[in-house]
């Protein structure tokens, strides 16, 4: 684990290297594109999501935060962004990194590669930082049809061909910018470098399964930036450090061992982002029996079987192998069976209670963390509705805790700790129905 | 065929004050009626297949009682009022509904309407972030995505030829709503800034070729009246997210302002840009409603010089329009006004600032959470504003 993090605060060493030798470095968002094709053509990235994260562990955010506001950012504004936005402000004004910055700080970009995943707030994010930076931007799009338009027939190609054609684009614009010409067959090698690294850690992940948990959503945490913020560079590096995390913790499910030292009384799904600056109140939690098996956000999917014959392309094999589409989705999660009459819902209603409600299924939880966000709406509209199947489908209850992913003042821990001392009997009434139903655990 | 007995504005304020009345009107007629939120929803090919296109809004007068299960209060105000809306029956006339992905809540509303309020039809178009020749691509792929599903849900075939007599229409209106707002330009304007949301609203409840007729009698009417809003100091251009209810306009017309433009959805946004008619008509629609519509959700920055960036010329190339407006408008003040949790417009809202301060006009940003009893302190930082300006 702490291996893995030695790679994503490296990158904040590289950056600032890269800067000094006046090699281009990228700020760049998370997405499954951009950091590969970057590296290919020797820009080195750095993300400022990652950032944050560190800024909020660190106790730095709250000096960056205030700087936010004071260049007239309103306070609801993503907490990343608000950190990142205070943090250019400052070193703008300083001309340097401002001495501040935990872990010495994130270079200087000249480039900046946004995206409109995940969430819309990203690219307005970057857009911001126009103020500061004189950095070209592009914004990489990528699709978030809803699920009956996602299954519309040749829904799939259409989507494959859109994020090809945008892809060709972003090349076009990095070419001429950096008056180099694209290396293709790092490209290809990226693209096996990766799938690999997300299939190993997606076995790693899958293993959470078992009963009790081996590894708890803490340890997945501080070990998933690696997976997510990368350069691209060091794919094989970091799949070594993944297999040996998966060895470590299949010997923990072998062996029965729990990720918490209490008895683990309750399985529960985290939903949101989570709490960076208050990690440790999972700690507390644990010490309840509260075993966080999983989460939604930054889990990797399965990584599925695609044939790439007949397709020479290195952009569109890139992206067949990276989006496999809702359909495929669909039939990768259930059984034949069960994915024909998925589908049938989607079409007839527009949604379906199934996908949102899997992972409970899967993982046995007994109850969901909702962590609404004042500062992050792309995690925290949905949160209701989703609490609302878990509840349908598989009758597994939730707690709703407010917070924020970077803003300590947002978050109350004595208050949280005592909505979870309550929810627990919730849990356990919900426990003796799913009993009583015979749907389970 | 009911008879109407009033005209003009006196109409505009009837359907104003009761949107539904006229819809179901027409519904009892048999017209089908086709809800949709925010501008991306091609208004066109809805009008094409002969649906009725309304416009769905929230009530800032109406507390929000039910949405709260389905949607947490951390997001915008007003969609969780049009939710609301929804969820206590008040949108039931409608025989579908088409979204976009106009921000991060608004991306959600879908799956949200579907599992809670349900129509007999509803689709999603994912509209695109930038303005890139692959989403360009993209967007005229999701408008024929929107037709088959329209053929299917209706039986009927969306013809080029029914499309672009449907565009032609929509395109009078457009016309017609910039005539209207030639009569903001005076000092003082014609037709005041709450007059002209009724207006709006009033077009955004009515079928298109009603909606130009009732156009025609307001500028009419408004040409040859006497008795229009009095001459004052302050004449405001407001920039910002969705205003869909008069009160905060007749908050700063109360005081020594006229509104005399605006850059806002229920306005200008939705009106100015036409669709150009093109062979493929998908084509002309996609462009407009990617590339030509002004909002902040769509990703749009100085297009001249991708290799390097120069922030006067991008804040130039993506607000100069607000200068021509002013400039056009005789504006000598901006109200930047903005829902609380509107993510897209916060973001938006220094850029605009810098903008307006490099052109030496004043202004301020006011944030409101979409509730009348909001507007009473932002009453006191107008006056103040208001002092400055003059």
Known sequence: MYALRAHVDKMYD??????????????????????????CMDVQTVFPENYGTICAASGAAATFLERS?????????????????????????????????????????????????VCDARFKWFQALGRYFDAPIWVIEVTTSGPREALMEGAYEREVNFMVNELREFVTFLEKLLGKKMDWDKLEERRKQTRELNKVWWEVNHLTKAVPCPMHLRDFYSSMSAALYRSGHEAEEITRLYRGMYDEVKQRVDNKISAINYEEKYRIIFEGLPPWHSLGFFDQLAERG?????????????????????????????????????????????????????????MQKGFSQYIAARKVKDYKCDGAFLHTLLTCRGTTAPLRRIASHYLDVWKVPSITVEGDIVDLTLFDPADALRKAEAFEETMDHYKELRRKEGLGW | MVEVASKGLSRVKEIYQDRPKRVKELKAEGKKVMGYICLYPVLEMMTALDFVPYRLFGDMREPITRADTYLPTVVCPFLRSLLDLGLKGKYDFLDGIVTSHICDVGAQIPDVWNTFVQ?????????PHTTHQSSREREKGLLQDFQKSLEDYTGQK???????QAIEIHNQQRALVRELYDLRKPDPPLISGVETIQVMKALMSLPVEEGNSLLREVISEVKGRKNGPPKKPARLLVWGSIIDDTALVEMIEGLEANVVMDDTCVGSRAYFPDVKLTKDPLEGLAYRYLVELKCPRTFKEASSNRNRKDYKADLESRFSYLRDYARDWKANGV????????????????????????????????EHDYSEGALAPLRTRVQGFLEITQ
């Open chain 1, 14 to 39: 590289v950056g600032r290297e890269a800067e000094k030798e006046g090699r281009p470095v990228a700020w760049v968002m998370l997405e499954p594109w951009s950091a590969a094709i970057l590296s």
């Open chain 1, 69 to 117: 506001e004071a260049e007239g950012f309103p306070n609801h504004l993503c907490g990343y962004a608000r950190n990142c936005l205070g943090y250019t402000a400052m070193m703008t004004e300083m001309g340097q990194i401002p001495p501040m910055a935990p872990g010495g700080g994130m270079p200087k970009p000249m480039l900046l590669v946004s995206s409109g995943a």
């Open chain 1, 290 to 346: 509260w075993n966080f098996v999983t989460e939604r956000y930054y889990h990797p999917g399965r990584v599925a079987e695609v044939d790439l014959t007949g397709i020479s392309d290195p952009i569109e094999r890139y992206v067949r192998t990276r989006y496999q589409g809702l359909a495929k989705s669909i039939d990768e999660t259930f059984e034949p069976e069960e994915a024909v009459k998925v589908k049938e819902e989607i």
């Open chain 2, 119 to 127: 129509t007999p039809y509803s689709h999603g178009i994912d509209t």
């Open chain 2, 158 to 164: 969306l013809t080029t030829e029914k499309l672009k």
């Open chain 2, 335 to 366: 109200i930047l006004e903005s829902v609380r949790y509107c993510d897209t417009h916060g973001y938006e809202v220094p850029g605009v600032t810098d903008y307006l301060n490099n052109i030496g006009l004043p202004n301020i940003y006011l």
